[in-house]
């Protein structure tokens, strides 16, 4: 079961929602009903599922609807239509009662502007949540130094947020949506108000938390390079409407349209793809067994001056060269062993090709990549890395 | 040709109207009002003028620090040299109690008007009301209410002083950051939560700033106050403008003055007294 369902959301601002919505049943864009009824058209038709211990990405430009959409997950912003599940609980029918019981316990969320509380000390900030649900001060207290421990605050529990900096207040607001210890964290372009330096630090300190806390988080953001480092699955959205949902790579290397295709031009593309979007099986290997006139052969037939040499259970020793080959035929050696060259560069298939780079300019040998057991899964010769970057990496489509 | 109306005899006749049928209320406030004006200017004059004043001046000193402890002693010797002490102790005592009520009316208003659209649109033209009458025009009703005295005094007082208070209340809750309440929001506050510790809090400088503003204006009214024989300062400057009495004058409008100074400075300290860095 999802954690999250959002099912055939509208969002209408306006007094007559019920002819917005069937304007825009009928096909009608936003800015015509904007001008024909004054009814504003917040979120149209939003469908997605957010599955457990993910971070969801929902990405558009400003005024797309993104901040409003996961306002309706915590109903700050009552949804017009639809309906949204929390653990297959619609919160559209809760009363005043449960929704606070929901946003106390279940979600905490995370702000654009921090939105601290500038006359509570960090602590008492960070502890807040806590308080809301009268958990006693000794308790929440220790719970929210402890929150604050863990995002590097250490030590400044009894200043107030006007003394720290940008990043720094962030992180209160951070600890302050994990001293609750909800299931959920709402994030609402959480870092875009940092300097690029400080967001990027933030981005690995939340992903490094996420290894460990195992959160379900949508996050809201206008950055794709954040959206697609972040997201386990990015939904695009313009105009109200999502117009894709997907991963980081199936977004950049399959845009479901001109609008999400213009979205991802400048995005640093070296950082989403990874190697193993980008490898191949190596056209021909030898095996540390064969000697030395077998292997010769095979690289002859397959045109290769180097070729890599792969255990039985297809793990890489290294790689030989044909002209040693030559000599070692005519001394009749019986093993290859003598000339394998056991430098070989070797990359995991998550690691983004931005990574592969530094190998790849060194030397001329394929980067092997291999999975956890060492065991190969295929190469990523220099070309395909200059491929990458162009976008003609045969990626696209096939 | 426009007809007559008569909105004067109108006026006139619901204020005969609530005259006889309220009295009770209106004994009822005379009693409360009386009690405590008299009680505290009683507090005041009760213990020699030196120990009054030397209270004022620690008061001064552990608000302010030294130079304005000076200033307390200098300008109240003064006050007491022209012979304006109990005068200016009963001004005081009005001026207190005045406040009092202004503010304990004028706050809760002031936050209702921030929460509801409907309440704003009705406080805001009797604010501007409260605050353009002339304010020799309600002394009128207060003295037919209330007699003649300390009473209709305080009561014009307090109702000239209290916008201040409505307004900038309401100003500042409608201040707070619109994030920040969303954020208590999002944390599943109740909204007495959210306006007892987050809202109040935080629009507390606002609200302390439109106090000082009440005191203000209150001090400001005494001395018309003093024509309803509201005794004090007030009824000082009438004599001195009745008889002619320049001396007179000076003493007691100098007492105005720096008894207004003194108040200012006071509710000023205390209104930024614990407010967290910016």
């Known amino acids: 079961m999802s954690k999250i369902r959002v099912d055939g959301v509208y969002k209408i601002f306006g007094d007559d929602p019920d002819t917005a919505l069937k304007m825009l049943k009928e096909g009608a864009s936003k800015a015509e ?75 905490s969320m995370v702000f654009q502007r921090f939105a601290l509380f500038p006359h509570r000390t960090v602590v008492e900030n960070a502890s807040y949540g806590l308080e809301v649900h009268r958990v006693p001060e000794a308790e929440r207290i220790e719970r929210g ?41 709402l994030m609402d372009e959480a870092f875009s108000a940092l300097d690029p330096l400080i967001r990027r630090e933030m981005q690995d300190q939340l992903l490094g938390l996420q290894s460990e806390l195992k959160k379900t988080i949508v996050f809201i953001t206008h950055d794709l390079n954040e959206a697609m480092k972040l997201g386990d699955h990015i939904a695009v959205m313009r105009d109200g409407a999502i117009v894709q949902i997907g991963t980081a790579e199936d977004i950049l290397t399959n845009p479901a349209d001109d609008y999400v295709a213009s979205f991802i031009e400048d995005v640093d593309r070296t950082r989403v793809i990874i190697a193993s979007s980008v490898m191949r099986n190596p056209r021909e290997t030898v095996g540390a067994a064969d000697g030395p006139t077998v292997a010769l052969r095979k690289m002859k037939d397959a045109q290769l001056s180097e070729c890599l040499v792969l255990d039985r259970d297809r793990k890489v020793v290294g790689v030989v060269r044909d002209d040693d080959l030559a000599r070692l035929s005519r001394e009749r050696a019986e ?26 300019a060194e030397t001329t040998i394929p980067i092997v990549i291999e999975n956890e057991d060492g065991r190969m899964l295929g190469i990523v010769p220099r070309v395909s890395l200059l491929a990458a970057l162009s976008g003609e990496d045969g990626t696209n489509g096939s | 040709m426009v007809p007559e109306i008569p909105l004067g005899r109108w006026v006139a006749d619901l204020v005969d109207f609530l005259r006889d049928n309220l009295a009770f209320l209106f004994d009822a406030i005379t009693w409360t009002i009386s009690g405590l004006v008299s009680g505290l200017q009683w507090a ?235």
């Open chain 1, 33 to 107: 009903i904007q001008e024909k009824t004054g009814q504003v058209v917040g979120v149209n038709n939003a469908s997605f599922n957010v599955e457990e211990g993910e971070i969801f990405v929902i990405m558009g430009l400003s005024g797309s609807g993104k901040s409003t959409v996961v306002r309706l997950l915590n109903r700050l912003i009552e949804p017009t239509y639809g309906t949204v599940e929390i653990d297959g609980e619609d919160i559209t029918k809760m009363n005043p009662e449960q929704l606070r019981a929901l946003r106390s316990r279940k979600m």
């Open chain 1, 145 to 185: 130094s402890e929150s604050l421990k863990r995002v590097g605050l250490e030590g400044w529990d009894n200043n107030y947020p006007g003394e720290l900096s940008g990043g720094m207040q962030q992180r209160v607001g951070l600890a302050r949506a994990l001293a609750v210890d909800s299931d959920i964290m």
């Open chain 1, 335 to 360: 093993s290859i062993e003598s000339v394998i060259n056991t430098d070989v560069p070797r990359s995991a298939p998550d690691a983004p090709i931005a990574d592969l780079y530094a190998a790849a």
């Open chain 2, 44 to 278: 005041f004059n009760f213990p020699p003028s030196l120990v009054t004043i030397a209270l004022f001046i620690l008061l001064a000193f552990w608000l302010r620090g030294a130079p304005f402890a000076l200033y307390t002693l200098l300008a109240f010797l003064l006050i007491d040299s022209v012979g304006m002490w109990q005068a200016t102790m009963d001004t005081l005592a009005l001026v207190l109690i005045a406040t009092l009520f202004a503010v304990a009316i004028g706050v809760p208003v002031g936050i209702l008007a921030a929460r509801n659209a409907l309440v704003h649109a009705i406080v805001r033209p009797i604010l501007d009301f409260m605050q353009t009458l002339p304010v020799f025009i309600y002394l009128l009703p207060a003295i037919m209410f209330f007699g003649i005295g300390t009473v209709p005094g305080a009561v014009a007082t307090l109702v000239f002083a209290m916008p201040p208070a409505v307004r900038l209340t309401n100003l500042g809750i409608r201040q707070v950051d619109a994030e920040v309440v969303e954020a208590a929001h999002a944390f599943g506050a109740t909204p007495n939560q959210i306006l007892f510790r987050v809202q109040f809090p935080l629009a507390l400088p606002t609200i302390m700033a439109g106090i000082n503003q009440v005191i203000m204006l209150a001090l400001s009214m005494v001395v018309i106050a003093g024509m309803a024989g509201a005794g004090g300062l007030g009824s000082q400057v009438v004599r001195s403008v009745s008889t002619v009495n320049i001396g007179l004058g000076a003493e007691s409008g100098i007492s105005v003055v720096i008894l207004a100074i003194f108040l200012d400075r006071v509710s000023e300290a205390l209104s930024t007294r614990g407010q967290p860095p910016a």
